[in-house]
């Protein structure tokens, strides 16, 4: 009985400390949308459309791995790259109602930084 409770605990522990699935799943990635209401209507409109389609090339919403080296460049940079455009992606990531604080916030959601 001691040591079925002792293994209960150790995979519960265990558990515990298993970091989240760095890839959203295609369930997951259909309903995360930014706690701001501004920001989850221009969320739907620019940019979930390539950022929840794997096959775009888009990083995933939320996707941590795709995430972090772009995450290193700094806000500074990946803000540039959505004004500018880059890659594949349209200069202002194709929302001309966003503002720059809008962008700011919609990149730190993409990103899993925030604004859930």
């Given at each position: 009985?001691?040591?079925?409770?002792?293994?209960?605990?150790?995979?519960?522990?265990?558990?515990?400390?298993?970091?989240?699935?760095?890839?959203?799943?295609?369930?997951?990635?259909?309903?995360?949308?930014?706690?701001?209401?501004?920001?989850?209507?221009?969320?739907?409109g620019a940019c979930k459309?390539?950022?929840?389609?794997?096959?775009?090339?888009?990083?995933?919403?939320?996707?941590?791995?795709?995430?972090?080296?772009?995450?290193?460049?700094?806000?500074?940079?990946?803000?540039?790259?959505?004004?500018?455009?880059?890659?594949?992606?349209?200069?202002?990531?194709?929302?001309?109602?966003?503002t720059p604080d809008d962008?700011?916030?919609?990149?730190?959601?993409?990103?899993?930084?925030?604004?859930?």
């Open positions: 009985m001691k040591r079925i409770l002792i293994v209960a605990i150790a995979a519960l522990a265990a558990t515990a400390c298993t970091p989240p699935a760095a890839k959203p799943t295609a369930a997951e990635l259909a309903v995360l949308a930014p706690g701001d209401a501004r920001l989850a209507e221009l969320y739907a459309t390539c950022h929840t389609n794997p096959q775009s090339g888009a990083p995933l919403t939320h996707d941590t791995e795709a995430w972090a080296p772009r995450w290193k460049q700094g806000e500074a940079t990946l803000l540039d790259h959505v004004v500018q455009g880059y890659k594949g992606m349209p200069a202002l990531g194709q929302c001309a109602a966003c962008l700011k916030a919609l990149i730190r959601f993409l990103a899993g930084k925030g604004e859930d």
